[in-house]
């Protein structure tokens, strides 16, 4: 389905588009190159540099933002390709400068070590909570399969899940 | 072909994903070529209709044309099918997926992570269309000369990884 209409701009021989969303609520427009990524359209023409980028490859899951609700690689979409979309990323989760519940879930139990996954894995686990409010540890670690994280060995991260899954 | 979309990658790849995305890019490890030959698809793209043994051409290669897009894809209907696959233990790509279909008349292996791209198990195919059956394969000594070998999985692992999958997809049917 064809959201909205995409104007074609050719600037110095690379084919141009004008990318329109509403990011974290708020509504943004740029041109970007057909072939740029959500990932780096968002970090680099749009400076959120709270999504990650761990691969490149739709493994590590450290680019997870949520799109029209859904949670996805921002890695694997390009920008043009979501055009119209309302995306929502890691700074997009605080309320007047309080933590999301999942945020705070992560910092109490110590879901994190270096904290270069903790974008990623919480907003797949919000997302997780959007869609089932209270999964058992089996169905955590199965919807956090494509998150990976090498500091904390998991154990804490599906402890803040549930801890969660109490306050959302 | 469900049960074998629930498996690839992870919630968030099968978000966004899709089947045209899938077989263009023709990944070695990718599960829906697999079952693009196992069901001996149709590709129609915005020029041409290509069969699937004739889309992939090798790795990351397929038979598309600068310009051409994938706009559908069309499925013979099996008897019988299942898709089964050793997934990678990080990434739950397929260190080795078989598609098994029992059509009327002939049996297709699909075969996906094995070598540098998915093919048809002629040897398997034969046997199995005598006699589908996993006894008919139990043991068969395929030739892993051309097969991957990496730090996950020795090519002979990879071809004993294909008859152990095969056997599994056609006790499965």
Request: proline share 3%; aromatic share 4%.
């Amino acid at each position: 389905m064809i959201k909205s209409l995409r104007v074609k701009i050719l600037i110095n021989g690379e084919i141009m588009s004008k990318i329109s969303l509403e990011v974290n609520g708020r509504k943004v427009e740029k041109e970007a190159p057909d072939n740029t990524l959500l990932s780096t359209f968002l970090r680099e023409h749009l400076q959120l540099t709270g999504t990650h980028i761990g691969c490149d490859t739709s493994q590590c899951g450290a680019c997870v933002v949520h799109v029209d609700g859904n949670s996805l690689k921002s890695c694997t979409a390009l920008a043009a390709d979501v055009n119209g979309s309302k995306v929502t990323t890691i700074e997009g989760l605080e309320t007047n400068g309080k933590m999301h519940p999942m945020q705070e879930a992560f910092k109490k139990l110590h879901g994190l070590q270096c904290g270069f996954c903790t974008p990623g894995m919480v907003m797949s686990a919000i997302d997780l909570l959007q869609k089932n409010k209270k999964p058992s540890d089996t169905e955590i670690r199965d919807w956090l399969e494509g998150n990976i994280c090498r500091c904390t060995g998991y154990q804490n991260i599906v402890a803040a899940v549930k801890e969660a899954a109490t306050k959302m | 072909m469900s049960s074998l979309a629930e498996g690839i990658g992870d919630p968030q790849v099968r978000n966004r994903g899709t089947i045209g995305g899938s077989i263009a890019n023709n990944d070695p490890s990718a599960d829906y070529p697999s079952a693009c030959i196992a069901l001996n698809a149709t590709i129609h793209t915005n020029e041409r209709k290509i069969e699937a043994a004739k889309f992939f051409k090798g790795m990351f290669e397929t038979a598309l044309k600068k310009g051409e897009l994938i706009e559908a894809i069309e499925f013979q209907i099996p008897e019988k099918s299942s898709y089964q696959k050793h997934p990678n233990p990080a990434s739950r790509y397929a260190i080795v997926g078989v598609y098994v279909a029992k059509h009327k008349g002939d049996v297709n292996v699909a075969v996906t992570g094995a070598k540098s791209c998915v093919y048809n198990d002629k040897e398997m195919s034969k046997a199995l269309s005598g006699n589908f059956s996993s006894s008919s394969i139990d043991g068969m000594d395929l030739d892993s000369s051309e097969m991957n070998s990496d730090m996950h999985a020795s090519a002979d692992f990879r071809a004993s990884l294909v008859v152990t999958q095969a056997k599994k997809a056609v006790d499965a049917c």
